[in-house]
Every structure is written in structure tokens, then in C-alpha cells.
């Protein structure tokens, strides 16, 4: 079954938690607009329930469509009454984030594949290969249009399990009265040999993350393709419907801070130094985009999911100690002998945990090293005062964090707290970009492509 993104689905199966359980009918229904839902009408125990909302996810539901074709769905939600317990007319509505379609997989971790294709909003104007002027010829009473595929781009990986390739196509949706053409483009992760699915999906995600980057924008994953090549017959398909998660609209190149034509010569050092980054780096790199699909209003909210991403880069280049943590490892196990006998339980616990890593930066420390790590134009342009702008962002955290009164006055107010996390998220990705190569006599024209980040560096801020 070829599953678009694009098209509406309706059938009916049976499904169940595990391929063990006993399967329950369920009407499987998928709309661009709406996500991919699944209806169980009737319940594994025959029993009525009441109705309960927020239940926990279910992580996997498995089932098998009228057709025979197999099905994975991934990420379920329960938005009505539990799995299982819901009666006939009283169905169980689930939600799911996912759903793999042609290929029954009893343990994603164990499913290996040898291509996975993520296609994302704003990749093909990033490209700039969009054909403007397609080949027209008339053919009868027909006419022919004829596109030229352009070449893929293709980045070697040779530490790495897999390449990177970017490549372009269309689909042509029609009507009664008109045919549409929709350009697109993907990234393909191309294992050497076969790789697991989930490493695929992660090293797909931090392509996205990268893209998101280059772009300056975040994008979104608008579908996804599997590839085996040992069962063609079974295909796997992934429909790929991100729940609460809006289709993000294309970028114009040249609003973008590095469109694919500036950094064409670069772009395979740029790809091959992102996926060098050490396990921490990106864990940091995962809580940075993360917090971009924070689209809160509330200014507290923002601002210490910016303070933490900020704080996380720092933390994922590997430095940020006071002193070697060994002999400071030494001097706290003897200030852990002298706590007081009269601190007992968790207070001794918590004291001991504090002191665990009291060796760490401070965030004070952490935003002057990223802020010394980058130019001094670009430092002045995101902060003003370097010294009064990080003193102010750490006691905005403070207070933020644990409403702590006497930080409230040196922290940032109303608007400005609103402008300096933003602010923020600019220092991260001048870092980032810092840390990709992007020479820097350059890094301020870079950042200041972005009509966004032009607005934030431009508001005035009281510090």
C-alpha cells in the first residue's frame, strides 16, 4: 500500500497491543489536515467502560488491514477509554504519530533497512533547483511536460554508518479540471550495508536539525520512506503525520542564512562535522531544537527553555569545569564526612547531590565562554553589554525558575525578558555556526540574512 501524505485513507482491520494479543476490529482513518486515528469499536473483554481521558501513550499498536496488508502504528494516544475496554458503539479513539504501512515489524529496534527518506518543507528552495521553465510539448490532443530531475547531492560519510543524499521530484496531484504539480525534496540516510531502523530515524532527525539550522527556520517532516531491499513486496511505506505539530510554510532562499548555492563548496566538511559531534553535543543540539517548537506566549516558559538550551551547548562542547575532577572528587567525599549529624535524610541527600556538582560552570560562566567564543561584533550585536546582559539573563532565570525575590530586581521585565530569550536562541546558533566553519568575518552577514533575527537584534532592551 502506497501511503502519501497527500491522501486521504479509510479501511478497516484488527488491532492489537502486541502481536501475542487478542486483535480487536477498528477503523483506521488518516487525513492530511487532521493526522492518522484509529477507532477500536468493540473491546477484548466484551465489558463496558466509562469514558476516561489522558490516559498513558501506548507505544505500538499492530494490525492487519481487510486487504491482508500489515501495519505499525507508533506513538498511540488513548483520547477516549482504555485499549481494550471500550463496548461496542462506545469506541476506543487513539491517536498515532506515526503508522508503517506494508511490513508488519514486531520490534522496531530490530528492524533493519537500507534507505530511510525524510522529506522537509522549504528543502527544495534551499536547493534552488526548482525548475522554472518545464519542457512543454504538444503530443496530439495531449500535451507533455517534461522536468529534468536535477542530480542529487551526495555527501561521503566515511565514519559513519550510512551517506547523506539529497534528492528532488514531484507529484502531481489531479482533478477534473486541473493538474497541480508540487515540487519537493528529501534527504535520503543511505546505509553502507544495513543499519537499524531507529539509528536511521535519529541520524534523520539530526539531518532535519541541521536543516533547520542552515535554514534558519525550524521545517517539517512531511513524510518519510523505508527501504529493504531483501522483500520488495513488503516495502515498507511510513506515513508520517506530526501530531501537534503544524506543516511548517516554505522559506524564501534569501531569507534563509545559508542557502545550499553559498555554502555548495563547503557543504560536505559542514555535513561530516555535524555527525563528528560527541554524544552530549547532541543531546544539547536535541534540547536547542526541541525548544524552537515551544510556541508559548507565557514569557517564563520561554525564557528558561532558551536559558536551558543556551546552557545545554555549553555544556555538550565537553568543558565547564571549576578544577580536574578527580582531586575535587577527593575534597568532596571529606566535606561529605563533616555534614552535620543534625541534617539527616533527604536534606544530607540533597546536600550531597549539590555538592556532586558544584564542580560544574555556573550558567553566569557558561554564557560568557559562548559569548567569548564568537566575534566581538557579532557578541555586541546579540547582547549590547556583554557583562549586563548575561548578569541580567541569569537573574531573570533565577527568579523565572525559583521565584527568588531578591534576583527579581535585576532581572528582565515584560517585553524585554520576551527579547532576551530570543536573543538567546541567536547566541546558540551563532555558535553552532561557529562550530561548523563559518569563518568569522562572515558570521554576523550570515545571521543578519534572517528578517527574524534582525527584528530581535534590533528591539531596544533596558539593561
Not at 476490529?25 to 476516561?52: D, F, H, I, K, M
Not at 550495508?193 to 541541521?210: D, I, V
Not at 528582565?412 to 568575518?441: M, S, T
Given at each position: 500500500?502506497?501511503?502519501?501524505?497527500?491522501?486521504?485513507?479509510?479501511?478497516?482491520?484488527?488491532?492489537?497491543?502486541?502481536?501475542?494479543?487478542?486483535?480487536?476490529?477498528?477503523?483506521?482513518?488518516?487525513?492530511?489536515?487532521?493526522?492518522?486515528?484509529?477507532?477500536?469499536?468493540?473491546?477484548?473483554?466484551?465489558?463496558?467502560?466509562?469514558?476516561?481521558?489522558?490516559?498513558?501513550?501506548?507505544?505500538?499498536?499492530?494490525?492487519?488491514?481487510?486487504?491482508?496488508?500489515?501495519?505499525?502504528?507508533?506513538?498511540?494516544?488513548?483520547?477516549?477509554?482504555?485499549?481494550?475496554?471500550?463496548?461496542?458503539?462506545?469506541?476506543?479513539?487513539?491517536?498515532?504519530?506515526?503508522?508503517?504501512?506494508?511490513?508488519?515489524?514486531?520490534?522496531?529496534?530490530?528492524?533493519?533497512?537500507?534507505?530511510?527518506?525524510?522529506?522537509?518543507?522549504?528543502?527544495?528552495?534551499?536547493?534552488?533547483?526548482?525548475?522554472?521553465?518545464?519542457?512543454?510539448?504538444?503530443?496530439?490532443?495531449?500535451?507533455?511536460?517534461?522536468?529534468?530531475?536535477?542530480?542529487?547531492?551526495?555527501?561521503?560519510?566515511?565514519?559513519?554508518?550510512?551517506?547523506?543524499?539529497?534528492?528532488?521530484?514531484?507529484?502531481?496531484?489531479?482533478?477534473?479540471?486541473?493538474?497541480?504539480?508540487?515540487?519537493?525534496?528529501?534527504?535520503?540516510?543511505?546505509?553502507?550495508?544495513?543499519?537499524?531502523?531507529?539509528?536511521?530515524?535519529?541520524?534523520?532527525?539530526?539531518?532535519?536539525?541541521?536543516?533547520?539550522?542552515?535554514?534558519?527556520?525550524?521545517?517539517?517532516?512531511?513524510?518519510?520512506?523505508?527501504?529493504?531491499?531483501?522483500?520488495?513486496?513488503?516495502?515498507?511505506?511510513?506515513?508520517?503525520?506530526?501530531?501537534?505539530?503544524?506543516?511548517?510554510?516554505?522559506?524564501?532562499?534569501?531569507?534563509?542564512?545559508?542557502?545550499?548555492?553559498?555554502?555548495?563548496?563547503?557543504?560536505?566538511?559542514i555535513v561530516a562535522a555535524w555527525f563528528a559531534r560527541s554524544d552530549q553535543a547532541i543531546l544539547a543540539a536535541n534540547v536547542f531544537f526541541g525548544a524552537q517548537l515551544l510556541e508559548s506566549s507565557v514569557v517564563n516558559v520561554k525564557f528558561v527553555a532558551a536559558a536551558q538550551a543556551a546552557e545545554s551547548y555549553h555544556r555538550g562542547l565537553g568543558t565547564g569545569l571549576y578544577m580536574d575532577q578527580a582531586p575535587y572528587d577527593a575534597a568532596i567525599a571529606e566535606l561529605e564526612k563533616v555534614i552535620p549529624a543534625c541534617i539527616e535524610s533527604d536534606h544530607r541527600q540533597s546536600l550531597k547531590s549539590r555538592l556532586k556538582y558544584g564542580n560544574e560552570f555556573s550558567l553566569r560562566k557558561r554564557l560568557r565562554a559562548l559569548f567569548d567564543r564568537i566575534p566581538d561584533d557579532v557578541a555586541a550585536r546579540i547582547a549590547g553589554?556583554?557583562?549586563?546582559?548575561?548578569?541580567?539573563?541569569?537573574?531573570?532565570?533565577?527568579?523565572?525558575?525559583?521565584?527568588?525575590?531578591?534576583?527579581?530586581?535585576?532581572?528582565?521585565?515584560?517585553?524585554?525578558?520576551?527579547?532576551?530569550?530570543?536573543?538567546?536562541?541567536?547566541?546558540?546558533?551563532?555558535?553552532?555556526?561557529?562550530?561548523?566553519?563559518?569563518?568569522?568575518?562572515?558570521?554576523?552577514?550570515?545571521?543578519?540574512?534572517?528578517?527574524?533575527?534582525?527584528?530581535?537584534?534590533?528591539?531596544?532592551?533596558?539593561?
Open positions: 500500500m502506497d501511503v502519501r501524505l497527500d491522501t486521504a485513507l479509510e479501511c478497516w482491520g484488527t488491532f492489537g497491543e502486541n502481536i501475542e494479543s487478542l486483535r480487536v476490529p477498528g477503523r483506521l482513518v488518516y487525513n492530511p489536515s487532521e493526522g492518522l486515528a484509529l477507532e477500536l469499536v468493540e473491546s477484548r473483554t466484551g465489558t463496558a467502560a466509562a469514558a476516561v481521558i489522558g490516559l498513558p501513550s501506548l507505544p505500538v499498536i499492530y494490525g492487519r488491514l481487510i486487504d491482508g496488508t500489515l501495519v505499525t502504528l507508533i506513538d498511540c494516544i488513548t483520547t477516549k477509554t482504555s485499549l481494550g475496554a471500550g463496548a461496542a458503539g462506545l469506541p476506543t479513539a487513539l491517536i498515532a504519530n506515526r503508522g508503517i504501512f506494508g511490513g508488519h515489524v514486531a520490534d522496531l529496534d530490530k528492524l533493519e533497512i537500507n534507505s530511510y527518506t525524510v522529506e522537509l518543507s522549504s528543502l527544495s528552495d534551499w536547493t534552488c533547483t526548482r525548475p522554472a521553465k518545464p519542457d512543454v510539448a504538444p503530443n496530439g490532443g495531449c500535451v507533455s511536460i517534461h522536468f529534468v530531475r536535477p542530480d542529487p547531492i551526495q555527501v561521503a560519510l566515511q565514519d559513519k554508518p550510512f551517506d547523506l543524499k539529497v534528492s528532488h521530484g514531484w507529484s502531481a496531484p489531479q482533478s477534473s479540471t486541473s493538474v497541480t504539480v508540487r515540487w519537493h525534496a528529501g534527504l535520503t540516510i543511505a546505509a553502507h550495508e544495513k543499519m537499524p531502523f531507529s539509528e536511521a530515524s535519529e541520524a534523520g532527525s539530526q539531518c532535519q536539525n541541521l536543516m533547520s539550522l542552515l535554514i534558519g527556520h525550524h521545517i517539517s517532516a512531511r513524510s518519510v520512506a523505508i527501504k529493504r531491499e531483501e522483500d520488495p513486496s513488503t516495502a515498507l511505506k511510513l506515513l508520517f503525520a506530526q501530531r501537534g505539530k503544524p506543516d511548517h510554510p516554505d522559506v524564501h532562499p534569501a531569507q534563509m542564512l545559508l542557502p545550499y548555492e553559498m555554502i555548495k563548496s563547503e557543504f560536505p566538511a553589554n556583554v557583562p549586563q546582559f548575561v548578569g541580567k539573563v541569569v537573574d531573570t532565570r533565577n527568579y523565572f525558575t525559583h521565584y527568588d525575590h531578591a534576583s527579581q530586581a535585576g532581572a528582565f521585565a515584560g517585553k524585554d525578558a520576551y527579547v532576551a530569550a530570543e536573543r538567546l536562541r541567536v547566541l546558540v546558533v551563532a555558535n553552532f555556526l561557529h562550530d561548523l566553519g563559518i569563518g568569522d568575518d562572515k558570521l554576523l552577514t550570515v545571521l543578519e540574512r534572517s528578517r527574524e533575527f534582525q527584528h530581535w537584534m534590533g528591539q531596544t532592551l533596558d539593561l
